[in-house]
């Protein structure tokens, strides 16, 4: 997701006028949540201007509203004060009167601690750019300088903003869309650097946790050198890690030239850890796939309405599938312990009943509506760009690296993207570029497989594509006949409450609803713990009896127990002889 800041305004925008907007971010009280702003607009020449505060985060794509937390916004010119109005939901208009430069003044509410969001109190400050910049409309161009003056307790600063005048509290930026993607902590972080892959590459890492800096300087160094392999080159020359280690985790943000992570500050060791690498490698990944090779639709940005691309199936499908084939490259995993990642996908995506009905583009389509506005009803009707895009992902890799008798791969399409649309066009691509990239670089028509796979909903052919690198997918729940109710449930003060029915189901055709609180099964008293043990006691086709309680009203529902309908995928190699053998290699890169 990143690039040299001066090679990267070529594409999306012509390089500013000499009309430059200046900031200045103070926060003089953070205990308050608050962060003060002075916007210095020069050169304006017109009777007025609009002040635009964005309505989302590109990268997270839901309308957040940033207005909302705005405060105190005021105008003046040489010193006195401008009438200013404010004209809609995130706009304040300035009447300038062609004045050489105008001064705005605003407050943001900053106690929304997330990849995505801002957040301030008495121990850091750490800021996305697009919950606090206001911009000038039209103006997304021009460049300049923010000054930042830390609370006065405060002394440290990461950002992949370059400094001025080596200066670390005054970053200059070359115009909207740099600033806003470089997010900013400020506070007494632990910061260390490692180089990998001739890029200096610094962290800080904000909050306590079990972490061990040189295991995490010899392990980040892995999984940037893997990255940077599938491409050939790291564009960047300086990269910046911003961790945060919390008591809840919440993933990351990928930008230009640095990233966001927020995890469990026991992460560092265990299982966990390996949970770690792979966000790292996620988020890495993006410097090249996002914020580089990209849909047409994301860049310029709009930063006042959704942006809607059908492509995000390949921007976070794909690189959730390198984040764990990366990690298996560099080591961390054996090519084993891949494939059982691999079949947990599968497993997971072909048990959703959304997977039946969303197709794979409208998913990424819907993303504003579904994605990340979820339901009690979302299970059954939506499926994610990210797991079933892994998924197609790699039964593409699989197949260009059989079509091409293990000449190409996926790496090979990427860089076709990287090199054709991103380095040549200075522009992203559309759908039927990135399926034409696919078939120039695998010699294989993919008609068949978009219309089944990305634009429809048909199971993918999974023995035909894991046959040809010698690997079996076996389903252990085949010849089972277990029962099953068919929900998922929670436990909220000792009551345990219906939180999904899943379709086609014990509980879907028998009347079970979201909310219902279960009371007992056949007279038995249920818990969370007791649930599963209780169906597991029956057979299917015997008829059960729960009591529940809906909206404090209790009622009795009577229905027969049907077979649990979802799958245990386990892949195994199974012929990995001759051709399918060296397939098998070259996928988990064993040559």
């Given at each position: 997701?990143k690039y040299?800041i001066?090679?990267?305004?070529?594409?999306?925008?012509?390089?500013?006028k000499?009309?430059?907007v200046?900031?200045?971010?103070?926060?003089?009280?953070?205990?308050?949540?608050?962060f003060?702003?002075t916007?210095?607009?020069k050169?304006?020449?017109?009777?007025?201007?609009?002040?635009?505060?964005p309505?989302?985060?590109?990268?997270?794509?839901?309308i957040?509203?940033?207005?909302k937390?705005?405060?105190?916004?005021?105008?003046?010119?040489?010193?006195?004060?401008?009438?200013?109005?404010?004209?809609?939901?995130?706009?304040?208009?300035?009447?300038?009167?062609?004045s050489?430069?105008?001064?705005?003044?605003?407050?943001?509410?900053?106690?929304?601690?997330?990849?995505?969001?801002?957040?301030?109190?008495?121990?850091?400050?750490?800021?996305?750019?697009?919950s606090?910049?206001?911009y000038?409309?039209?103006?997304?161009?021009?460049?300049?300088?923010l000054?930042?003056?830390?609370y006065?307790?405060?002394?440290e600063?990461?950002?992949?903003?370059?400094?001025?005048?080596?200066?670390k509290?005054?970053?200059?930026?070359?115009?909207?869309?740099?600033?806003v993607?470089?997010?900013?902590?400020?506070?007494?972080q632990?910061?260390?650097?490692?180089?990998?892959a001739?890029?200096?590459h610094?962290?800080a890492?904000?909050?306590?946790g079990n972490y061990?800096?040189?295991?995490?300087?010899r392990?980040?160094?892995?999984?940037?050198?893997?990255?940077?392999?599938?491409?050939?080159?790291?564009?960047?020359k300086?990269?910046?890690?911003?961790?945060?280690?919390?008591?809840k985790?919440?993933?990351?943000?990928?930008?230009?030239?640095?990233?966001?992570?927020q995890v469990?500050?026991?992460?560092?060791?265990?299982?966990?850890?390996?949970?770690?690498?792979?966000?790292v490698?996620?988020?890495?990944f993006?410097?090249?796939?996002?914020?580089?090779?990209?849909p047409?639709e994301?860049?310029?940005?709009?930063?006042?309405?959704?942006n809607?691309?059908?492509?995000?199936?390949?921007?976070?499908?794909?690189?959730?599938?390198?984040?764990?084939?990366?990690?298996?490259?560099?080591?961390?995993?054996?090519?084993?312990?891949?494939?059982?990642?691999l079949?947990g996908?599968?497993?997971?995506?072909?048990?959703q009943?959304?997977?039946?009905?969303?197709p794979?583009?409208?998913?990424?389509?819907?993303a504003?509506?579904?994605l990340y506005?979820?339901?009690e009803?979302?299970?059954?009707?939506?499926?994610?760009?990210?797991?079933?895009g892994?998924?197609?992902?790699?039964?593409?890799d699989?197949?260009i690296i059989?079509?091409?008798?293990?000449?190409?791969?996926?790496?090979?399409?990427?860089?076709?993207?990287y090199?054709?649309?991103?380095e040549?066009?200075?522009?992203?691509?559309t759908e039927?570029e990135?399926?034409?990239?696919l078939?120039?670089?695998g010699?294989?028509?993919f008609?068949?497989?978009?219309e089944k796979?990305?634009?429809?909903?048909?199971?993918m052919?999974?023995?035909?594509?894991?046959?040809?690198?010698?690997v079996?997918?076996?389903d252990?729940?085949?010849?089972?006949q277990?029962?099953?109710?068919?929900?998922?449930?929670?436990?909220?003060?000792g009551?345990?409450?219906?939180?999904?029915?899943?379709?086609?189901?014990?509980?879907y055709?028998?009347?079970?609803?979201?909310?219902?609180?279960?009371l007992?099964?056949?007279?038995?008293?249920m818990?969370?713990?007791?649930?599963?043990?209780?169906?597991?006691m029956?057979?299917?086709?015997?008829?059960i009896?729960?009591?529940?309680?809906?909206d404090?009203?209790i009622?009795?529902?009577?229905?027969?127990?049907?077979?649990?309908?979802?799958?245990?995928?386990?892949?195994?190699?199974?012929?990995?002889?001759?051709?399918?053998a060296d397939?098998?290699?070259?996928w988990?890169?064993?040559?």
């Amino acid at each position: 997701m990143k690039y040299i800041i001066a090679s990267i305004l070529s594409i999306f925008f012509i390089v500013g006028k000499a009309q430059t907007v200046n900031y200045t971010l103070e926060m003089p009280n953070p205990h308050t949540h608050y962060f003060e702003l002075t916007m210095d607009i020069k050169d304006i020449k017109s009777k007025y201007i609009d002040v635009k505060m964005p309505v989302w985060a590109p990268g997270s794509y839901l309308i957040r509203e940033f207005a909302k937390s705005v405060e105190d916004v005021s105008a003046n010119i040489s010193g006195k004060e401008a009438r200013i109005d404010k004209i809609n939901k995130n706009t304040w208009r300035v009447y300038s009167n062609k004045s050489a430069s105008v001064q705005v003044k605003y407050k943001v509410y900053a106690y929304e601690l997330s990849v995505r969001t801002s957040y301030i109190d008495q121990s850091h400050g750490y800021l996305n750019g697009t919950s606090v910049f206001m911009y000038v409309d039209d103006k997304l161009d021009v460049k300049g300088e923010l000054t930042i003056i830390p609370y006065k307790a405060w002394k440290e600063i990461s950002t992949g903003l370059p400094m001025v005048a080596g200066n670390k509290w005054k970053r200059s930026y070359n115009h909207y869309d740099i600033l806003v993607d470089s997010p900013i902590e400020i506070g007494n972080q632990e910061i260390f650097e490692f180089e990998a892959a001739g890029v200096k590459h610094t962290v800080a890492m904000y909050g306590q946790g079990n972490y061990d800096i040189p295991t995490l300087q010899r392990d980040m160094a892995k999984i940037v050198q893997s990255c940077t392999d599938v491409f050939g080159f790291n564009p960047n020359k300086e990269y910046t890690f911003i961790i945060h280690n919390l008591t809840k985790g919440s993933g990351g943000l990928e930008h230009l030239n640095s990233t966001t992570l927020q995890v469990d500050r026991w992460t560092y060791e265990g299982a966990k850890y390996n949970g770690f690498l792979s966000l790292v490698a996620h988020e890495y990944f993006h410097l090249w796939n996002v914020k580089r090779i990209r849909p047409i639709e994301l860049g310029p940005f709009n930063y006042e309405e959704e942006n809607y691309t059908s492509l995000l199936w390949i921007m976070e499908g794909f690189t959730s599938y390198y984040d764990e084939l990366l990690l298996m490259r560099a080591g961390f995993y054996s090519p084993d312990e891949y494939l059982r990642k691999l079949s947990g996908t599968i497993t997971r995506v072909e048990n959703q009943p959304g997977n039946k009905v969303l197709p794979l583009s409208q998913s990424s389509l819907d993303a504003w509506i579904k994605l990340y506005r979820p339901n009690e009803n979302s299970y059954n009707t939506t499926i994610s760009y990210y797991s079933k895009g892994s998924i197609v992902a790699a039964m593409l890799d699989i197949n260009i690296i059989q079509a091409t008798k293990g000449e190409k791969s996926l790496d090979d399409v990427l860089v076709y993207l990287y090199k054709n649309y991103h380095e040549k066009q200075n522009r992203g691509f559309t759908e039927d570029e990135a399926k034409a990239a696919l078939e120039s670089v695998g010699g294989v028509d993919f008609d068949a497989f978009f219309e089944k796979y990305i634009n429809g909903t048909e199971t993918m052919d999974y023995d035909t594509y894991l046959g040809y690198v010698g690997v079996q997918l076996e389903d252990q729940n085949k010849t089972e006949q277990k029962p099953s109710l068919g929900i998922i449930s929670k436990e909220e003060e000792g009551q345990l409450v219906v939180s999904t029915v899943i379709r086609n189901t014990t509980a879907y055709e028998g009347g079970l609803n979201v909310n219902d609180e279960i009371l007992a099964i056949n007279g038995i008293r249920m818990s969370k713990k007791n649930l599963d043990a209780t169906i597991d006691m029956l057979n299917v086709g015997d008829e059960i009896e729960i009591l529940v309680a809906r909206d404090n009203l209790i009622m009795t529902l009577k229905m027969p127990l049907k077979a649990d309908p979802s799958h245990n995928f386990v892949m195994k190699p199974y012929k990995l002889e001759g051709e399918r053998a060296d397939l098998f290699a070259k996928w988990m890169s064993l040559e």
